[in-house]
């Protein structure tokens, strides 16, 4: 079946940072690709996404770029800052109404 | 209003009590979405109402009772729970044709006692 495997935390950088957090998928057909972000206390935000392959989606300095060949959609990010200290989700959606998450990685940013 | 609200944020309950959650969104959007997330978890799908009828229900237990009134609102009924159904209560909401844009609410944290 359909799944996404994502790296295990924690992340701990220090502030500007390069991030990188490591997502591959298994789906068959053409699944669109997001990674979430979930703030302590918070319910999940939608941070980027990519519907096709060779998409590169970006938001708040994050960018990942969905890599068929690889079946992978990486998470990277420049600099980060200690505001970006959350749990990150990769997900794929194969059409309908189902999600598919990864276990989240959790990112601690130090000062 | 690109929001979805949910009530309350906190919520003790027994296990004889009956309580329910409440999500709403005024975004237009058809689909709402109810999900169960453990601590350092990612969310379970439980329940996904489309233009107000029950299309997916993940084999929930009938303590855990859905429902949705109207476009905007989601409520879950809550009876007879056990306390390994402490989680957090997460409602989500999408676009009409768009089901992979989820817009979650803050969530409800609820212990059962």
């Known amino acids: 079946g359909d799944s996404v495997t994502q790296m295990e935390g924690p992340v701990t950088l220090s502030e500007e940072a390069c991030l990188t957090i490591?997502?591959?998928?298994?789906?068959?057909?053409?699944?669109?690709l997001f990674w979430y972000v979930q703030y302590p206390g918070e319910g999940l935000q939608l941070l980027l996404k990519a519907t096709k392959a060779d998409d590169k989606g970006s938001n708040k300095g994050f960018e990942a770029t969905y890599r068929k060949e690889t079946t992978s959609f990486h998470l990277e990010k420049g600099s980060v800052q200690v505001s970006d200290s959350a749990v990150y989700f990769c997900a794929l959606d194969t059409g309908g109404f189902k999600t598919i998450f990864g276990a989240g990685t959790r990112l601690f940013v130090k000062a | 209003d690109t929001e979805v609200t949910q009530t309350p944020k906190h919520l003790v309950m027994g296990m004889t009590n009956k309580k329910s959650l409440k999500c709403e969104q005024h975004?237009?959007?058809?689909?709402m979405y109810w999900y169960k997330q453990k601590a350092k978890k990612p969310p379970e799908l439980m329940f996904v109402?489309?233009?107000?009828?029950?299309?997916i229900n993940e084999s929930v237990p009938s303590r855990f009772s859905p429902e949705c009134p109207n476009s905007s609102l989601l409520n879950l009924h809550l009876h007879a729970l056990q306390p390994e159904d402490s989680a957090l209560y997460l409602c989500?909401?999408?676009?009409?044709?768009?089901?992979?844009?989820?817009?979650f609410g803050p969530g409800t944290r609820l212990t059962v006692t």
């Open positions: 490591n997502c591959t998928y298994t789906a068959t057909g053409y699944p669109s």
């Open positions: 975004m237009g959007h058809r689909a």
């Open positions: 109402y489309s233009y107000e009828k029950l299309s």
């Open positions: 989500a909401s999408s676009p009409p044709g768009q089901a992979y844009e989820q817009y």
